[in-house]
């Protein structure tokens, strides 16, 4: 992160910094998506994602299993 | 808890289900009860709202404001020093033409099709509400007219959300009282 990120992410207006956070959690979803997908088709286990997301097998098959099983 | 409602009522509540459910809502919250209610424009509730000159398309509006967008803020991102072109050049560099925008539309539908959600306290407070407002009026059956009741009336700590929209709106508990009756006695006469 540059230095203007920096100063940005140090935002005093807790609406600013919150809409941020919003914004960010949208992107991190669209390339869960994406990545998710594209780890499936080359032969990644569902557990193998679920360790890299750091997050239980059962959780993300629940969100992706019907899409992308 | 809904063995006395009428079909109308059943439907306002399976309608407001699916209401949460696009707009990411955790669980059904009295506004969107009363977001279903506005819909189902020939029902006592969709009356009474519609001669209270109560925009369905505003009332959609105001609700969804609280929602979640498909698609992230590029002026928020910046915020944080992300480029949002910047990781759509990169993604689109990998994954192909369009790539990002797809998923971000893909993980967006991925959040509306989570399961069934259950009624927020709010939620059950605004339908005890309108059982008791069946019974203050002695009516047998609970329908869309009692739940609309409940919501404008509010009660302070929980369901005050929709009561204060309604008033924004130009409908204020007692013109919803008004209004109310009036579809009632029109159903009757119909």
């Known amino acids: 992160m540059n230095e ?26 669209g390339l869960e998506t994406l990545h998710v997908e594209r780890a ?8 193998e994602i679920a360790s890299a997301l750091g997050v239980t097998k059962q959780a993300v098959h629940q969100r992706y299993g019907k899409r992308f099983g | 808890m809904f063995d006395r409602f009428t079909t109308d009522a059943r439907r306002a509540v399976t309608l407001a289900q699916g209401a949460a459910v696009t707009l990411d809502a955790d669980a059904i919250e009295p506004e969107h009860l009363l977001l ?24 959609e509006e105001r609700v969804r404001a609280g929602g979640r967008p498909d698609t992230p803020d590029p002026q928020a991102l910046a915020l944080v020093g992300v480029d949002l072109e910047d990781v759509r050049a990169r993604a689109d560099a990998t994954f192909g033409a369009g790539a990002l925008d797809r998923a971000l539309a893909e993980a967006a539908r991925g959040r509306r099709r989570r399961g069934r959600l259950p009624l927020s306290p709010a939620a059950r407070s605004a339908i005890a509400g309108a059982v008791e407002e069946a019974m203050r009026h002695r009516h047998r059956r609970i329908d869309p007219g009692h739940l609309l009741l409940a919501l404008a009336e509010g009660d302070e700590r929980r369901t005050a959300a929709p009561s204060r929209l309604l008033t924004t709106l130009g409908a204020p508990p007692r013109a919803v009282r008004q209004a109310v009756a009036a579809a009632w006695a029109s159903a009757d006469a119909a």
């Open chain 1, 4 to 29: 203007t990120a920096l100063t940005a992410a140090g935002t005093d207006d807790p609406g600013e910094g919150l809409r941020a956070v919003l914004a960010l959690r949208t992107l991190a979803d």
């Open chain 1, 40 to 47: 499936r088709r080359l032969g990644w286990s569902w557990q």
């Open chain 2, 36 to 59: 279903a209610l506005a819909h189902d424009e020939t029902s006592v509730a969709g009356r009474a709202l519609a001669s209270l000159g109560v925009d369905r398309a505003t009332l």
